[in-house]
């Protein structure tokens, strides 16, 4: 008994060691910056050089869209429809139901669709993506692949981040039409308006600056979603719980990236206005 508790003391010891040994608050913070650097640094090495995984980024492609396809349609033709239906009062108010379409056609395509879509994605697939590396760390799948010079980075991190950046734009320009169409019944629910009326007036209103830099910050939504999950999976070395964890930090990280490239890219597409 006396062996054992000195072994129980000896292991509590020893874990709030590695505790106090962890960085904490701006120190872990740079570290984690730093290292999130180095490996998108990485990624671009290695995107660049042959062997190209084409079959692994098509692979990956798929199962990304064919994961978010209705989670990303029903929730965009839901704001499409509800965004509608709270705008036509307050706009009935002023005579203005004629800026109807155009006022949900800006404000999707520009704002919303792309900021909720891309925060879909790092729930849906960045979580998938963290868990699934970490799981691989874990069980040492990732070092045997590594021991075998089958170059596991280029394999599994540059084919998944690459999907994503491809991945995400498209499923911005899908939701942005479903949004459209849930707008179009949304005007219909209180009246009628031809479908041709309404689309001529939503693609009448849009202008390059509304369309160009929503479409051009969707590729930095993907490749945030990617890296940061691929990150967090691909380093996480603190055993099962890791696999949670990872999976866990994935989604807060990249949905706060989200937030931050969406509020730097409206900052520079002001600049052009």
């Not at 072994?7 to 040994?21: F, G, L, R």
């Not at 879909?120 to 760390?137: D, P, Q, T, Y």
């Not at 991945?167 to 031809?194: C, Q, R």
């Amino acid at each position: 008994m006396t062996a054992d508790k000195a072994t129980a003391h000896h292991t509590a010891d020893s874990s709030q060691e590695k505790d106090i040994s962890k960085p904490t608050g701006v120190k872990a913070l740079l570290i984690e910056v730093a290292g999130m650097t180095h490996f998108s640094g990485r990624f671009f090495k290695e995107a660049f050089l042959p062997p190209y995984e084409l079959n692994e980024f098509l692979k990956q492609s798929y199962l990304i869209g064919n994961k978010s396809l209705p989670l990303v349609g029903i929730t965009a033709f839901i704001m499409g429809l509800v965004f509608t239906m709270q705008s036509q009062p307050t706009l009935a108010k002023f005579g203005a139901t004629s800026w109807l379409p155009a006022m949900v056609s800006v404000a999707m395509i520009r704002e919303i669709s792309p900021v909720i879509t891309a925060l879909i994605c790092a729930g849906k697939v960045g979580s998938g993506i963290g868990a699934e590396l970490a799981s691989m760390r874990v069980t040492e799948q990732i070092d045997a692949m590594e021991v075998a010079g089958n170059r596991p980075f280029k394999y599994i991190v540059v084919s998944k981040i690459a999907a994503t950046i491809f991945m995400v734009p498209l499923l911005v320009i899908f939701a942005d039409g479903i949004a459209l169409i849930g707008s179009y019944l949304g005007v219909n629910l209180s009246g009628h308006t031809a479908f041709n009326v309404f689309f001529g007036h939503v693609f009448n209103k849009l202008d390059f600056i509304d369309v160009f830099p929503a479409f051009v910050k969707t590729f930095f939504f993907g490749f945030a979603i990617g890296m940061i999950s691929c990150y967090k999976g691909y380093n996480s070395n603190e055993g099962t719980e890791g696999v949670g964890r990872a999976a866990n930090s994935a989604v807060v990280i990249a949905s706060l990236a989200i937030f931050i490239i969406d509020m730097i890219a409206v900052q520079v597409a002001n600049l052009f206005n």
